[in-house]
């Protein structure tokens, strides 16, 4: 495991967190074999890099139990959702 706070940059397990144009925070990793993976994360902030070091974390875990979710839905960081009250 290798994280440099500093820079923005990781290395947990296979996967790998790094940002793109000093802007945005992206995950990337190779699973299962020969399929690469990338997502993002959010805008680079304290809160965001917290959630994709958790993240990767989790990744890390699953593909190593075998219970990785090759929908990505455990993994995305959740939006929050506006919800409209009728009257």
Do not use: C
Not at 2 to 28: C, E, F, L, P, Q
Not at 41 to 65: F, L
Request: net charge positive; proline share 3%; no cysteine.
């Amino acid at each position: 495991m290798y994280i440099d706070k500093s820079s923005y940059k990781a290395k947990i397990g296979v996967v790998s967190i790094d940002t793109i144009n000093n802007k945005v925070i992206r995950i990337r990793y190779t699973y299962p074999k020969g399929k690469r993976n990338a997502f993002y994360v959010g805008i680079i902030n304290e809160k965001n890099w917290r959630e994709a070091v958790k993240t990767a974390h989790i990744i890390d875990r699953d593909i190593n139990i075998g219970d990785y979710d090759p929908t990505l839905a455990r993994y995305k960081p959740k939006k929050a959702q506006t919800l409209e009250v009728v009257d």
